[in-house]
């Protein structure tokens, strides 16, 4: 990993319904958080797989394998918008509507392992991408979803989404909370 620590991002670069997530993570190094979700990410997702969770936790709430799809859909996103704007692309970017990705994503078709194994897959893309950023790639901005958001504010989004999603299947599917 990189040695570079980026800090944490300020309230103005990003909307504020982002610091649901910001606000998750506690840590500085946002590599070294993102390193170590993967490995604790997998782990919960195996004790889902163990315990053969098909159904969601109530009416309207997605599945386990809707809810990893979704992590994965949402970390590409994520990523391609912190790709376009640390090479400085000032072109905006669309928003994206996650509950119209669950169905045409066709995750309750596929096999929790599979899905896993991608979450994994991207996310070390994701690392891959970031741990080569200097220090003004991380600071610039961009235009996605009619709000400015930084590179480092995308970086941590990723990694509080993770967290937010993996504690409600804790919590809610696996009663480990």
Do not use: C
Request: proline letters at 3%; zero cysteines; hydrophobic letters at 35%.
């Amino acid at each position: 990993m990189s040695n570079l620590i980026v800090g944490r991002p300020q309230a103005t670069e990003h909307a504020p319904y982002y610091s649901l997530y910001i606000d998750r993570i506690t840590d500085d190094d946002i590599l070294d958080v993102l390193e170590k979700q993967i490995a604790s990410t997998l782990f919960t997702i195996s004790v889902a797989e163990e315990k053969n969770i098909t159904q969601p936790y109530a009416e309207g709430k997605w599945s386990v394998k809707e809810l990893i799809g979704h992590l994965n859909d949402t970390e590409r996103v994520m990523s391609y918008r912190a790709l376009r704007f640390a090479r400085n692309d000032k072109t905006p970017l669309s928003g994206f509507e996650q509950d119209d990705f669950i169905p045409t994503g066709r995750f309750n078709e596929r096999s929790l392992s599979d899905l896993k194994e991608e979450f994994e897959n991207i996310r070390r893309s994701t690392l891959a991408l970031f741990k080569h950023l200097d220090k003004e790639a991380w600071l610039r901005s961009g235009l996605a979803n009619n709000n400015e958001i930084s590179v480092r504010a995308l970086a941590y989004v990723m990694a509080g989404h993770v967290s937010h999603h993996i504690s409600i299947l804790e919590s809610r599917y696996l009663n480990l909370k």
